[in-house]
Structure formats: C-alpha cells, structure tokens
C-alpha cells in the first residue's frame, strides 16, 4: 500500500526516487529588528586609546619667573573623548661615557583638561623649573584616566 501511495505521489508531482529535491520558488532570508543590536563577536567598537607625543619644545624661560622654562608638548590623543590624561615630566643630566642619567631631583604634572574628541592634537605649555647646570633634559610622560602608561619620550636640552 505504501509503494502505490509512494509512486503516485511521484507521478503527480513528476518526480522519481531519482530526481533531486525541486528548487523553491522564494527564498527566506533572517533579518534583525532595528532595535536589536548585533552578537558581540569579541571586537570592541571603541575607538583605539592611544596617545603619541608628536613634539616637545623648549620655548625658553617662563616671563614670570626665568628660573623655569616653558616646555610646549604637543600630544595626539585617540579614543578618550571626555576623559583626561595626565602628562608628567621629570627632568635628569643624561650620562655619558657609560654613566647613567642623574635625576635633577625636579619634576611635575599637568592634566590635559577633559578632551573633547576622539581623535584630538592636544597641546600643553608648563613651567619647569630649570637645572642647576646646564645640559639638562626633560622627559615625559603621557598617562591613561586608568593609569595606563601610553607614550613617553625625551625633550630638549635646557
């Protein structure tokens, strides 16, 4: 009884156990309401942080008190729009002949202020307060709102 069922179905439909599976008219295809956000597949849709000082400039002594310099440090800063960095420096005699640097024993800090946009040139000018020799130089420091060290790198001779 199956196997006459079986072959009238194949008859009115014209198809044998031989042929393939007919081909459907419409395709369905899945799509997402507005409103539902994709599956996170690990990859962070934040922008990069980062932070590369792209200069640091010795502008000569501070008007209002030639003990220091004013130090300009142009940083260009991604990712951390609305929050702050901390830029630190520290001045040292840099060694020579195979001697290690001195640390002047000076040193500071300033905050970038909040930053306005992702992908921001910021610049600071500060005072250092001035070595007491000359030949002195300046290193920087570019800090992360978590702490993060992001880049750092030497300044001019004062």
């Known amino acids: ?16 156990p031989d042929t393939p599976d ?3 008219a419409s395709t369905v295809t899945e799509t997402m309401p507005a409103e539902t956000s994709a599956p996170d597949d690990g990859a962070s849709s934040s922008p990069r942080v980062s932070a590369d000082i792209t200069r640091i400039l010795n502008r000569g002594r501070n008007a209002g008190n030639p003990a220091y310099s004013d130090i ?13 960095c901390l830029i630190k420096w520290s001045s040292y005699y840099p060694g020579s002949n195979g001697r290690s640097d001195t640390n002047t024993g000076l040193s500071g800090q300033i905050s970038t ?14 005072a ?3 070595a007491q020799y000359s030949g002195w130089l300046v290193h920087i420091f570019v800090y992360a709102p ?8 030497d300044g001019p001779t004062g």
């Open 1 to 16: 009884m199956v196997s006459v069922v079986t072959g009238l179905v194949y008859q009115v439909h014209g198809c044998s």
């Open 22 to 24: 007919p081909v459907p």
């Open 72 to 84: 300009e440090v142009d940083v260009a800063i991604r990712g951390l729009r609305g929050q702050e």
């Open 113 to 126: 202020g909040l930053i306005a946009r992702d992908n921001e040139s910021h610049w600071n000018v500060f």
């Open 128 to 130: 250092v307060r001035n």
């Open 146 to 153: 978590d702490g993060e060290l992001l880049d750092q790198d």
